[in-house]
Every structure is written in structure tokens, then in C-alpha cells.
């Protein structure tokens, strides 16, 4: 059972469930870290998510092939198993659904699958589909700002129309950490609240809604400004605290501490040096000082989502990973 955190009125924009709980269920392999957390009712209403399975892939790197191919091996393997877990069989039609607006880059990323996912349904009713390929249909619906439609209502009137078994959703997701923005992956069995992480929240996607299984694969692509501020805060803490520790050691002298990184999650601070430091704000703990920074910036809109410069290139490579990830667990043969 995790331990979960009661976050409902701190303020903290995050769609990834690994951010609101506390869970030992983690292994990790080929460097990639991989987290099973399943929610019960009771912890679900208590961080104000569904009941369920969340699966997080967080991971480094995916610029070059190799990282990429590890990341979309993992990607497959968890995958594969959620559908096995909920009886899915080859031979069931997939609704793939790209959420998302194809015109604003860090909220592109559905869009972007739907362009490179291999969708054969057309073939199946013509009477061309070869054996070893699932029947496939796929949309990205655009945003309710533009369409004037609630999401959840058309996918439940396609879904009445063209009846699939299950559904899969992609989308962009807020995360309130910069460690894992672009670099986590999350597959959950419990469908998803478009737009609950930027605080737009619209009516959800679920099997409870829909009537058949949905499964939801996020990446988070923005984070808040008050996350961002905080994140700041503990990494001087952190700084301060390696300083001081090596502060006479030799092998520094000459070298700068450029991969900061590598001694962030290591390196501790004590409650008076942090005092000395920041005053009152280092007597806080973290969900405090997260509460007081949100309480600061959002009255007067500061509190902006922020999205890293390179967006447009990663998120091309994330897209990569999914659509070839999905491919290649739907259809047999590819």
C-alpha cells in the first residue's frame, strides 16, 4: 500500500500520481526507473485521483537512439502487460485518441502520435488487412476552446458509433518537479482528467464514463512557476550543503561543480543551516514552502506554466517513442 500525501489545497499543478505518493514498489532497469502504484478508493479520493494502476517510466535521456530504444523497450513491456491485465486479446479494435492542441508545442504531443500510429481499421472493412495486424482507428479531436465540444462527449459518441473494445488517450501533462518534465512516462488503467494539471479541468475519460476500458499514457511537458521557484530552493540548499561539506577538500580546487546532478539527491541540509540561509522560509518543510510560494505568486498571475526551450525537438522524439511503441504492441507482425 503507498503512503499518500493530502495535497488537495496546497495548490501543487501535477497530473503524475508518483508526485503524490509515497511508494516502494520501483525497480530499475538499463537506468531506467520503473514505479507500479496501485490505488485503492479510499487513497484515491484522499489525493484526488481515480482508483487503479500507474505505471511511471522515469528516465535521463532520449536524444540518442540507444537511450531511445531503451526507453521504448520498457515503454512496450508495460504496456503489453496493462492490456494482458485487462484481457485485452489481438484480435479487440483500439481506439487511439491524441489529445491536445497540434498548435501549441509542449501541448502537441497527442497530435503528434496520432501522425505516426499506424491505423488500419480502413483496411479491415475493405477486406485488406493481413494477419498479425490489430484493427486500429485513431482521432485527435482538437480542444474544447476550438471545437466548442466537451472531449469526453465525442469520444463517447465515436465510441457508440464504431465500437471499441478499449481505448488508449495520450496527452501533455503538468508536472510539479523539472526533474521529471520530458523525462517521465506514466500508463495508467484509469483514464484521465484532460487539462486537471494547468487547472482547466474537463469532464473525464474513463471506463466509468465511456463504458469500456480506458488507458491513458501522459507525458508531463510543463511545470509551474511555483514548482520551479521551489525546486530552486532546494537545489541551493543542496549546494550549499556540498560546499560546505568539501569545502577543504583538494580535488576541488581546480574543478568546477558543473554536474550538479550527480550530489543534489545525496547531499543534505540541516534545519540550521537552512535557517541561516533563508530565516522563517528555511524553517518550512517542503509542502510548506511549495503552499507559500503558490500563495504568493498565484493572486497576482505570476505563477506561469513553463515549458524547456528545446520543447519542439524533444517532444518529436517522445511522439517517436509512443507511436513506435504502440505499433509495436498492437500489431503482432510489426
Not at 40 to 49: D, F
Not at 120 to 127: A, I, K, P, Q, S
Not at 217 to 244: C, E, L, R, W
Amino acid at each position: 500500500m503507498s503512503h499518500e500525501i493530502d495535497m488537495k489545497n496546497s495548490g501543487v499543478r501535477t497530473d503524475l500520481t508518483i508526485e503524490l505518493t509515497s511508494n516502494p514498489n520501483t525497480k530499475e532497469e538499463d537506468g531506467i526507473k520503473i514505479t507500479n502504484i496501485k490505488l485503492e478508493e479510499y487513497e484515491a479520493k484522499k489525493i484526488g485521483k481515480k482508483k487503479g494502476t500507474y505505471i511511471t517510466i522515469e528516465f535521463t535521456d532520449i536524444t540518442d537512439y540507444e537511450n531511445k530504444t531503451k526507453v521504448k523497450t520498457i515503454f512496450i513491456k508495460e504496456l503489453k502487460k496493462m492490456l494482458k491485465d485487462l484481457n485485452i486479446t489481438d484480435d479487440d479494435l483500439c481506439l487511439i485518441v491524441g489529445l491536445g492542441n497540434e498548435k501549441s508545442t509542449p501541448d502537441s504531443l497527442g497530435p503528434q502520435v496520432i501522425s505516426k500510429t499506424l491505423v488500419t481499421n480502413h483496411l479491415y472493412l475493405y477486406g485488406n488487412l493481413e494477419n498479425g495486424f490489430r484493427r486500429v482507428c485513431a482521432i485527435a479531436p482538437g480542444v474544447t476552446g476550438e471545437t466548442g465540444i466537451e472531449t469526453s462527449n465525442l469520444i463517447k459518441e465515436i465510441t457508440n458509433t464504431i465500437k471499441p473494445k478499449f481505448i488508449i488517450i495520450i496527452d501533455a501533462l503538468a508536472s510539479s518537479s523539472v526533474e521529471r518534465v520530458n523525462k517521465t512516462i506514466q500508463i495508467t488503467d484509469s483514464g484521465i482528467n484532460p487539462g486537471s494539471g494547468i487547472g482547466n479541468k474537463r469532464k473525464e475519460i474513463s471506463k466509468d464514463i465511456i463504458g469500456i476500458p480506458v488507458i491513458a499514457i501522459g507525458v508531463p511537458t510543463v511545470v509551474d512557476a511555483a514548482s520551479i521557484v521551489n525546486d530552486t530552493i532546494n537545489y541551493m540548499y543542496s549546494h550549499f550543503a556540498y560546499q560546505k561539506d568539501n569545502y577543504n577538500n583538494p580535488k576541488n580546487k581546480l574543478t568546477f561543480n558543473v554536474n550538479y546532478l550527480k550530489y543534489s539527491k545525496k547531499t543534505k541540509i540541516n534545519l540550521e543551516d537552512r535557517e541561516k540561509l533563508l530565516g522563517i522560509v528555511g524553517s518550512l518543510n517542503e509542502e510548506e514552502t511549495k503552499t507559500l510560494i503558490y500563495e504568493i505568486l498565484n493572486p497576482i498571475g505570476y505563477n506561469l506554466m513553463v515549458t524547456p526551450k528545446e520543447e519542439d525537438f524533444v517532444i518529436e522524439k517522445l511522439s517517436e517513442i509512443i507511436s513506435e511503441g504502440l505499433n509495436e504492441t498492437l500489431h503482432k507482425k510489426i
